[in-house]
């Protein structure tokens, strides 16, 4: 099936405002934009004629210190005293935003993308990304005239740098442990992907009496991601299995994604996470909702888990802000996605890698069993995943690309899925299938990306 479409929107994607550093929209010019309409936006949405604070955070990119500067002055433009933090996981914002009461937060960042990109996520006074329909207006407010909206001379907002920013996030992690309890005995490689974890994930690791042993955690500015983190985990199995270790953790490079590496070296994706959480916070009767929530793209294998412990998996669109709007609609505790996204909403507002993976470690140590025990909780329905590149036109509104996408669904014959969406950060067309007969599920999946290939090079 081809994934029904959000409300289309000008410059926001699934998360944030992402594109190539110093080109459109990753401009200073943008960035300044950016800024000075979400806080127009917001200003009118809270009813007053002055907003007082913003959290600005960052990764670990060269651009950041251009983009930082130009939201910084977009804000200040606008009246708003400016809170810079530095180099921080995107769920920190979140937090800070939140304890330090300010109107709104900022993260620079471009997630797992390589360097040369960058992004702007945006989050509420609440601590959760802004919904969709703000999001919007805040891009009408961009193409307006912004000068109107600018303050007095003596209304301008100031910026100041709060120093202690990691250890207040590394103290919120500290606590949701449960019992409050330490891991000691547990060796854990970390890859922090050169990104915005770098300091702080071998930092709560080592307060909480892990033996740590840190790769990816000397950041350049143009190393981030690059051969390291989520997205690229050899050298972290690798690690893992030399130093004879119980587990390893990937971030990416804002480290709001976990992605985990058992004791053997082999890789353990979100899902099979989800399902170790879920289980575990059941055992543990703090499991609300029923069960949990992700995306369409987790596995059948996922679902077939729960429903046979009498829980539901409730599927969303693709993105974890979708997951997060359903886990506080529908009351749930556990949800994220495939790629590595993890929600505890007991805890966090967004997904948080170095957060999900405490807890697992807490699971393993309890339980005293392996990684390859504890997180391989099902066999996953044979799935593949392929990607096609376009320039120009959404190959997706093509007569030829979607009737090849229902006569994909039929030949399944009911016996597996197909999703066909493009993506919200790239463009790329992603196709996903699976199902029992893995044969048929690598020639459906063949076969469509060759179609959509071949419209591709004739548009």
Request: net charge negative.
């Amino acid at each position: 099936m081809a994934e029904k479409q959000e409300k289309s929107k000008k410059y926001f994607g699934t998360d944030g405002i992402r594109g190539r550093a110093n080109s459109h929209p990753m401009t200073a010019e943008m960035a300044l934009k950016v800024a000075m309409a979400s806080a127009a936006v917001l200003r009118k949405r809270r009813g007053g004629n002055h907003m007082d604070r913003v959290v600005i955070g960052k990764d670990t990119r060269l651009s950041g210190y251009m983009l930082e500067q130009a939201m910084s002055a977009g804000f200040i433009s606008m009246g708003m005293d400016v809170i810079l933090i530095g180099p921080i996981p995107t769920p920190g914002i979140a937090k800070l935003t939140r304890s330090l009461r300010a109107d709104a937060g900022v993260m620079i960042s471009a997630s797992h993308n390589p360097y040369q990109d960058n992004g702007i996520k945006l989050f509420g006074s609440d601590g959760f990304k802004l919904a969709d329909d703000i999001e919007q207006e805040i891009e009408r407010m961009i193409d307006a005239d912004l000068d109107t909206h600018l303050v007095e001379p003596e209304a301008l907002g100031k910026a100041s740098r709060l120093e202690d920013a990691l250890g207040r996030y590394i103290e919120s992690l500290k606590r949701s442990i449960p019992r409050r309890g330490s891991l000691e005995g547990l060796k854990v490689v970390v890859d922090c992907a050169n990104g915005a974890a770098y300091k702080v994930a071998p930092q709560v690791l080592w307060e909480l009496e892990v033996d740590v042993i840190a790769i990816g955690n000397t950041p350049n500015g143009r190393n981030i991601n690059a051969g390291y983190g989520a997205t690229a985990t050899a050298r972290l199995q690798e690690a893992v299995v030399d130093n004879n270790a119980d587990v390893g953790i990937a971030l990416d490079g804002d480290a709001d994604r976990l992605i985990m590496v058992d004791e053997k070296g082999d890789k353990v994706d979100g899902d099979q996470i989800m399902a170790a959480l879920a289980l575990w916070f059941k055992e543990q009767e703090t499991l609300k909702g029923g069960g949990l929530v992700s995306t369409v793209m987790s596995n059948l294998g996922l679902e077939r888990l729960m429903t046979a412990n009498d829980l539901t998996l409730e599927r969303t669109a693709v993105g974890d802000r979708y997951v997060v709007e359903h886990m506080r609609k529908h009351g749930f505790n556990v949800g994220g996605e495939q790629s590595g996204h993890l929600v505890l909403s007991d805890f966090a507002t967004t997904g948080d890698g170095l957060l999900a993976a405490l807890q697992v470690l807490s699971i393993i140590k309890y339980r005293e069993k392996p990684a390859s025990e504890t997180l391989k909780l099902f066999d996953p329905v044979p799935q593949i995943l392929k990607n096609v590149r376009y320039a120009g036109d959404n190959p997706m509104f093509n007569d030829t690309v979607r009737n090849a996408i229902e006569g994909a669904q039929g030949r399944f014959n009911g016996n597996g899925r197909l999703l066909v969406r493009p993506s919200g950060t790239e463009p790329l067309i992603r196709v996903m299938a699976e199902g029992d007969d893995p044969a048929l599920v690598d020639t459906i999946v063949n076969d469509l990306c060759e179609t959509i290939e071949k419209v591709v090079r004739v548009g």
